[in-house]
């Protein structure tokens, strides 16, 4: 089993910046791919960014250039810094793990940008 705590979501005007943090119940170096996804009201769970253990990014197109996802094995931490944020990034972040086959979610943290 894999427990995954997210952190850092909040409230941030339009242009400003948030880092997400997910900590994970296990060593992240066990866990060949994580990522962030996030939800936004009436709409359906879509990819923000992905990281694998050789630290292979990919990225939603919306979100590249100014969200930046890394992994800090030491820490069992995978992290989403979020630049340059805007109202249509309001949505709530998840943190997802696959491991041994199975996917694992955390309970999400709000991120909210006001114009």
């Known amino acids: 089993q894999v427990q995954l705590v997210e952190s850092g979501g909040g409230l941030v005007q339009a242009g400003g910046s948030l880092r997400l943090s997910c900590a994970a119940s296990?060593?992240?170096?066990?866990?060949?791919?994580m990522g962030w996804y996030r939800q936004a009201p009436g709409k359906q769970r879509e990819m923000v960014a992905t990281?694998?253990?050789?630290?292979?990014?990919n990225y939603a197109d919306p979100v590249k250039g100014p969200f930046t996802i890394s992994r800090d094995n030491a820490k069992n931490t995978v992290y989403l810094q979020m630049n340059s944020l805007k109202p249509e990034d309001t949505a709530v972040y998840y943190c997802?793990?696959?491991?041994?086959?199975?996917?694992?979610w955390g309970q999400g943290t709000q991120v909210t940008v006001s114009s």
């Open positions: 997802g793990a696959l491991w041994i086959g199975r996917n694992y």
């Open positions: 990281i694998t253990t050789s630290g292979i990014t």
């Open positions: 296990v060593n992240i170096a066990s866990i060949y791919f």
